[in-house]
């Protein structure tokens, strides 16, 4: 008679990584216009808008309404366009331009996860499909994002439920905990932005990474580890 194994399985580790200014340089949504306006889906006016976002949030950081601001515009660029072609135009995007800003460090943290037999996932307010189609670029296991509406094939400009932000994040992971057996006691999170400290804080090992000034003066008193690339970056410009 088989006696059933009253041990619980064993629960494994994670490291979820938020992308912009994070994994990426900048702002996803930028660049993915950048390649719809080549792709003559957006006109140039709507490029410079998208512009002066880009420059705002690469120099003062992320903040709610900035973020908003930018996802509502890039929403509006696909409206009526069809699914498979925003996923065309992803992989466009990827490899014209996002590639190029990937911050080459953050990402060989990520793949360090990956060789130590983590999970690693991106963690994004970007479209689901922008977060997949890196993490699968980079040999990650996976992404989560904002989630786009589709009707008969087309994007409505609409998001089904709320965009991945903020406490969101923290929602979800701790959801993905659940699912896939992690211990977010165990597991690591990395972000620039004080808005991702929902997520931060449910996991044992929380990193900052290009921090704003917020989640800066947060993560000294909390002693966690800070990762700045950016004044690297500056730094090697001035020699």
Known sequence: MNVPSSKKPVKIEAAFFDLDNTLLRGA??????????????????????????????????ESAKLLAHIEDRAMSLVVGQSAKALEDLVGIAWEDYVKAKMWPETVRIAQEHVAAGREVWIITAAPVQM?????????????????????????????????????????AIEQMAKDRNISLK???????????????TRVGHPVAVNPDKTLERYAKAAHWTILDFKKRELKANRK
């Open 186 to 200: 165990r597991s690591y999170a990395y972000s620039d932005s004080h808005n991702d400290l929902y997520m931060l």
């Open 28 to 61: 996803s949504s930028f660049l993915f216009a950048k390649a719809a306006f080549e792709r003559k889906f957006v006109k140039r006016r709507e490029l410079y808008r998208f512009a002066w976002q880009q420059f705002k949030f690469i120099t003062k950081g």
């Open 131 to 171: 977060g997949q189609y890196i993490a699968k670029e980079l040999g990650l296991t996976g992404a989560l994002g904002t989630v786009l509406e589709v009707k008969d094939g087309l994007l409505t400009g609409e998001f089904e439920g709320r965009p991945l932000h903020g406490e969101g994040k923290a929602v």
